[in-house]
């Protein structure tokens, strides 16, 4: 059964860091891609960044450009989320994802999810 399992959320000051983890089982990871997404109340999910299988190839959205990195770790088959530089309006829960099909930040490009880890950034 494939499993994702996201953490390293928790509550941080504005221009603070954090670094999620999401850690995969059950599945071949290097086969899939893994994107992050997010969620704040009221709001609709949406992409914040994907890493490709393989070749590590990697897109963020326009608002994270430059703040957060994504990377992977095919021998953990974990991917991790450096969030730098932290904004209030970064607060959202957290979700990671799994797809063999493209690497385009859309909920629906994605099969499985995690359940997700808060993020808050309080000003």
């Known amino acids: 059964e494939l499993q994702l399992v996201e953490s390293g959320g928790g509550l941080v000051q504005a221009g603070g860091s954090l670094r999620l983890s999401c850690a995969a089982s059950g599945f071949t990871f290097d086969d899939y891609n893994i994107g992050w997404f997010r969620q704040a109340p009221g709001k609709e999910r949406e992409g914040v960044s994907v890493i490709s299988n393989y070749a590590g190839i990697t897109y963020y959205a326009d608002f994270v450009q430059g703040r957060f990195t994504i990377s992977r770790d095919n021998a953990k088959n974990t991917v991790y989320l450096q969030m730098n530089s932290l904004k209030p309006e970064d607060t959202a829960v957290y979700y990671c994802?799994?797809?063999?099909?493209?690497?385009?930040?859309?909920?629906?490009?994605?099969?499985?999810w995690g359940q997700g880890t808060q993020v808050t950034v309080s000003s």
């Open positions: 994802a799994a797809s063999t099909r493209g690497l385009e930040l859309r909920t629906d490009e994605f099969d499985d």
